[in-house]
């Protein structure tokens, strides 16, 4: 895949994305914006449809309901727009915008 269209500047993307330690995720921005996440906080701000209810917006994970021990064993960029994380729960399903990681970061 050729990487030919240049990167808008309005519209950031991560550049890379690494693990600065076990509960800690960290993104580094193609602005030069360096977020940090805290990885369960990650896992419990889901945005699918069996976390999050698409019609009210309210959320279905319980408080507790995510380990401390959760953690993403992979991350893959979707598009140009959104990542999708795997974690060690089995969950799979969200998609992360960039401007929701932006949001939350
Ligand atoms: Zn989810």
Redesign the pocket.
């Known amino acids: 895949m050729s990487e030919t269209q240049k990167v808008d500047a309005n519209y950031p993307s991560p550049k890379k994305i690494s693990q600065i330690n076990a509960t800690t995720l960290g993104i580094s921005w193609s602005d030069g914006l360096e977020s940090s996440y805290d990885v369960k906080m990650l896992r419990e701000k ?3 449809a ?2 999050i209810d698409e019609w009210t917006g309210e959320k279905r994970i319980q408080p507790g309901q995510i380990k401390d021990t959760i953690r993403p064993v992979n991350i893959k960029s979707v598009g140009r727009y959104a990542v999708q994380f795997y974690w060690n729960d089995g ?1 799979d ?2 998609l992360y915008t960039h401007d929701y990681l932006r949001e939350l970061g």
């Open positions: 889901c945005p699918c069996n976390c969950h399903t969200g």
